[in-house]
């Protein structure tokens, strides 16, 4: 089975700082995803890489960036972390259709 | 744009009743459909997805979905729930021609099971 990984189940940061949320998956898909998950609004996507160093934006990208050095990694940076940032975030990665999601970072921002 | 309306934000339901969660859609291209399901304080697992051919998909833990290409419907089914299905439930849409898979998700069904 292919198993995705997020580095961090909790996390709480500061108001200003710079937040890294890391994902790595085993199985060499291609295409990798990072959503953040808030109630009543289901998952929205923040962006994402159909290859190495390939980026694009999904449909709420402001105020984050990603960086994809290595087809494994997928890392979600939020370049000054705000309270409104503060949600559940959930990568994925798949080959083809459908997705293999990690187990989700809850990031709360004070 | 594709788009997923999930038309029920809560549904409780009796323990060893029947089910069904509703989920309609909208895009303009060709779509392949799924079910995720999301247990507290995990990620989303994969429940059936539709690719093509029948119409009627199976499942894990006994859950089944429905294409109806028509009334552009994907409702998720299971004739008795047990206490363990207490979830999130979450309907999505890919494009099924474009490249990358991206999903569009809808706002997602807390299914309630009570004893």
């Known amino acids: 089975d292919v198993k995705v990984t997020q580095s961090s189940r909790y996390l709480v940061k500061r108001t200003g700082e710079k937040v890294f949320l890391e994902c790595v998956q085993d199985m060499d898909h291609e295409n990798m995803f990072w959503y953040r998950q808030d109630p009543g609004l289901g998952l929205r996507l923040i962006y994402f890489s159909y290859d190495v160093k390939m980026k694009e934006k999904g449909d709420i990208p402001e105020g984050y960036s990603v960086s994809r050095e290595k087809k494994e990694r997928f890392s979600l940076i939020l370049e000054s972390a705000s309270t409104n940032q503060t949600s559940m975030y959930l990568c994925?990665?798949?080959?083809?259709?459908?997705?293999?999601f990690g187990s989700g970072t809850r990031l709360t921002v004070v | 744009a594709q788009s997923v309306t999930q038309l029920d934000s809560q549904v409780p339901v009796f323990e060893e009743a029947p089910v069904e969660l509703r989920c309609n859609y909208s895009?303009?291209?060709?779509?392949?459909l799924f079910w995720y399901v999301q247990y507290p304080n995990q990620g989303l697992q994969l429940l059936l997805k539709y690719l093509s051919g029948s119409t009627l998909v199976k499942g894990i833990n006994g859950f089944e979905a429905e294409f109806n290409k028509s009334q552009t419907s994907f409702h998720l089914r299971k004739p008795s729930v047990h206490i363990s299905d207490t979830a999130e439930y979450f309907c999505a849409v890919s494009d099924a021609v474009q490249g990358a898979q991206k999903l569009v998700f809808g706002q997602g069904t807390r299914l309630t099971i009570n004893p």
């Open positions: 994925a990665s798949s080959l083809f259709a459908g997705y293999t």
């Open positions: 895009s303009s291209v060709s779509v392949y």
